[in-house]
T-cell receptor
């Protein structure tokens, strides 16, 4: 158990809908990262937050957004969902901002299925 | 193309033998490398990391080798056990220049342990 928690474990929804995925980092970690894992694209970095502020952006679609709250938990919002958004979404956390090598610990993921 | 990739999608080894999983990367600026293990239905689990100022690092039953000249990374698992069956990912990041954008993952190697 990495100490990173994610809810829900599974999510099934329809195209055009909006969902919110939740992540709680390890105790003491200030950075939260979101990744998407799909069969065709593999594991891809989406976005990072550090202590409530957006720190870095990866291959995140405009339909997706995230935020980190004062208690450091984070939410990933996915809107106007398409079939191709079906994937595993992982949250990872680390202690620092990413300015130096810093181990990222991953949560168990949320499996999103868009029908 | 992929910044980080793996040579073989599947590696089958006998229980008790040593396993070697290889990874090539193309970004010569990468300065931090990590190996993760992902079991079915779980999130990536940190195994070992290495910084670019090192060429070898050892953990418990695992060794990571880094060859910056040919941009190659390998993970050696000694005395492979059934519990080592998983997909192994190499990942890299670049911290020089003031920050990092999240990990870049290879596609993964599926390690299968034969009894």
């Amino acid at each position: 158990d990495s100490g990173v928690t994610q809810t829900p474990k599974h999510l099934i929804t329809a195209t055009g809908q909006r969902v919110t995925l939740r992540c709680s980092p390890r105790s003491g970690d200030l950075s939260v990262y979101w990744y998407q894992q799909s069969l065709d694209q593999g594991l891809q970095f989406l976005i990072q937050y550090y202590n409530g502020e957006e720190r870095a952006k990866g291959n995140i679609l405009e339909r997706f957004s995230a935020q980190q709250f004062p208690d450091l938990h984070s939410e990933l919002n996915l809107s106007s969902l398409e079939l191709g958004d079906s994937a595993l979404y992982f949250c990872a956390s680390s202690v620092r901002a990413g300015l130096a090598p810093d181990t990222q610990y991953f949560g168990p993921g949320t499996r999103l299925t868009v029908l | 193309g992929e910044s980080v990739g793996l040579h073989l999608p599947t590696l089958s080894v006998q229980e008790g033998d040593n396993s070697i999983i290889n990874c090539a990367y193309s970004n010569s600026a990468s300065d931090y490398f990590i190996w993760y293990k992902q079991e079915s239905g779980k999130g990536p689990q940190f195994i070992i990391d290495i910084r670019s100022n090192m060429d070898k690092r050892q953990g418990q039953r695992v060794t990571v080798l880094l060859n910056k000249t040919v941009k190659h990374l390998s993970l050696q698992i000694a005395a492979t056990q059934p519990g080592d069956s998983a997909v192994y990912f190499c990942a890299e990041n670049t911290y020089s220049g003031g920050g990092a954008d999240g990990l870049t993952f290879g596609k993964g190697t599926h390690l299968i342990i034969q009894p």
